[in-house]
């Protein structure tokens, strides 16, 4: 790491990610994207204005990928690396599969964080998944963080809709909906989006509620072209015409060259039945089609299966065999060389996509001195506006596509006057150096922006001795009071022995929906001494020890954005709401009673609060009960930012509850409790490996959880007496 300069987190969650032939095309997860982050992470670590890049991916143990993803740290360069930690199934997952266990990223990274020499400066996230996690890593460290979708849920449901989809099957398949209400939040609080073209901020990014147009930047991807450059020879690289010519029966022909991976998106199988049914282009010109690996399409991915099954199907019905070729496998270094051998034969590259965010392959062809033929979907009529290197036709118009083809071979001097624009014109507007210098312009204004207020954010963030108990413990119990805690007297007291008893290895805390004062009143109530550490108000405030000594670099984190009174005023006619009383209320809390079935649906109230610019987090417990915070408080918020500043792993964190504001805490690294008599908001909490149900009620149920957690594990001495639980 450079000593000066800006430390840069990019976060990108599913696909595979190597830094040495990454497997691009190998299924849907693995294409564009790992590819722009891979290069905008070396592009970056080579500005002196840059003191690292890490690139935080997912940690893979699987016999069917390479050993390489389960490498933890991979070097990109001497400031950038791979970062890659374990979370969710050991096994290769698609991404869809991938949302329930991005909780365990957020915290394994606050762990591996504690041993970095200083924090990030700025994270950016690429895709939905990516963008949560960010969104709570922001939360938690304040650290502001930029946003790239790449795709966005709205527009592929919409995309496969049109396209004959059954939403309910989507549905099943892709989880859109949890998808496109994790952009949206994604969109809410990024400090800006990153786009490829002015098509992707008012076509797709427009599409959501939450999206700020005054908040995104165009700033195209840039090219390599050390790799992407036009042939230097005549003749074309002998194994590249074995791997190609060993399809055709005429290889001297013009070639029409398309990559995609197999996924419908791409519209390989639209590009093959457009070539098939024209006879002019089938004499003209033979086809390349190069869609992933594919030895064996029934090891393939049911998406990527279908999309070849369908090819092959169309080759069959056109009878063009000897007209097409689609290789099988191809490595990495191997791409340069197939516009390379479509160049020198006087040929074009496709784009038959039905919508495309960007179109990089446009830019590689270009690069290689290669012309194009696109659809207008997106992305790639910005392309050729800028490389005037082909033509844009129009898309889901397989004539119009073939004509286009055929128009584009049809004139020897334009053809030449295409590659020559290519090449210079991805010099002038599409380097990776010229994407890097606005990108750093945006980056180095926005902490300019922030600076003042992230200073005010982390004041006073050192522990002092009112909190002594977390410099030594090796674990900590965190439980809620009401219905968690109190309820059996008799169980409280023998829980509470059991916490004596491991004083210096066990720091002890409650989290609660009351304020400080309150919960500190119901603790005496039941003979609780007093614990290390309270988090009241539903994580509105933290304070330590006996004399409740508050947090104040907590207090200030959560009360960026807050506007109390504008909530108070916004909230004021909803349907069954009734303010609860004002000792309930805090500065940074408002607490309701909900009147059952007059409530409407939380997601519309939050949606209303959005509307009128106003930010908070909106927790329903029993519901019975509304507690509106700041947008970055929750108990979980506030147990993990303890971790963070202690340097407690949130493994070591033991959390019982037992209602919908204890939600949170119970989910991520921490080792879960819910007691018996919890409430029905919960259930959908069991069978998590880390989430422990309980039979017994109350603090019976906290001793019940602690038997079941292996207290050696925790690195907890055993105790002594009636009292322990036992492993």
Known sequence: MRERGVYILLISVHGLIRGEAPELGRDPDTGGQVLYVLELARALARNEAVAQVDLLTRLVEDPAVSEDYARPEEALGPHARIIRLPFGPRRYIRKERLWDHLDHLVDRYLVFARDLPRLPDLMHSHY?????VAVRLSTLLDIPFLHTAHSLG???????????GREAALERTFHFERRIGAEEEVLRHASGVIASTRQETAEQYGLYDRFDPRRAVVIPPGTDLARFSPPV?????PAMAHLVDRFLARPRKPLVLCI????????????VEAFGADPALREAANLLVVAGRHEDIRGMDEEGRRTWEDLLLAFDRHDLFGQVAFPKAHQPGDVPAFYRLAALRRGVYVNPSSQEGFGLTLLEAAATGLPVVTTDSGGPRDIIANCRHGLVVPPHDPAALAAGIREALADPARWSAWARNGPR??????????????????????LRRLRKRARRARAGARPDGLATPFLHARAVLVCDIDDTLTGDPAALAEL????????GDLAFGVASGRKVESALRILRAWGVPVPDVIIGGVGSEIRYGATAAPDEAWAAHIRQDWRRDDLAQALRDVPGLRLQAR????????SYVVRPGRLPPLGDVAEGLHRAGLRANLILSRSRHLDVLPARAS?????????FKWGIPLDRFIVAGDSGNDRDMLVGDMLGIVVGNHGPELDDLRGRARVYFARQPSAAGVLEGLRHYDQRLLGLRPGRGPADPGP
């Open 583 to 590: 000792r309930k209320q805090g500065p940074c809390k408002l």
């Open 233 to 237: 020879s005549r003749r074309p690289d």
């Open 496 to 503: 509470m022995a059991w916490v004596a008893a491991r004083r």
């Open 425 to 446: 014109r991805v010099r002038d507007a599409y380097t990776w150096e010229a994407h890097v210098d606005r990108y750093l312009k945006l980056a180095l204004r926005l």
């Open 128 to 132: 939905g998944d990516a963008g949560l």
């Open 260 to 271: 995609g991976r197999p996924v419908p998106s791409k519209n390989l199988l639209g590009l």
């Open 635 to 643: 108990k979980g918020h506030a147990v993990r930012y303890l971790a």
């Open 154 to 164: 709205r527009c592929k449901r919409e995309r496969l809709l049109m396209a004959g």
